[in-house]
């Protein structure tokens, strides 16, 4: 049964950090790309970062240079590390295998 699983997210405030991580039960993971989306409320969900089985990663224009995804194909992990958060930052971010979707991590940036 594949599940994906994320975590880390939070109450930052502007200018802070979050890495989320989702866990991947995944069959042969490292043969996939794995993405990060986000929604946020009265939005549509949009992609934030893919990073493809050779690790290359693809950022939104939003979140290039603040935000950088990664994996761990031997943990079945992905993360997303989130610098220099902004409002408009906030959203559920869902991590994304095939056409798995995890249940989505809650991301707040407020003062």
């Known amino acids: 049964q594949v599940q994906l699983v994320e975590s880390g997210g939070g109450l930052v405030q502007p200018g802070g950090s979050l890495r989320l991580s989702c866990a991947a039960s995944i069959r042969n993971f490292a043969f996939w790309n794995a993405d990060w989306y986000r929604q946020a409320p009265g939005k549509e969900r949009e992609l934030v970062a893919t990073i493809s089985i050779s690790g290359t990663p693809n950022y939104a224009d939003s979140v290039n240079g603040r935000f950088t995804i990664s994996r761990d194909n031997a943990k079945k992990m992905v993360y997303l590390q989130m610098n220099s958060l902004k409002v408009e930052d906030t959203a559920i971010y869902y991590c994304?295998?095939?056409?798995?979707w995890g249940q989505g991590t809650q991301v707040t940036v407020s003062s």
């Open positions: 994304k295998v095939l056409t798995f």
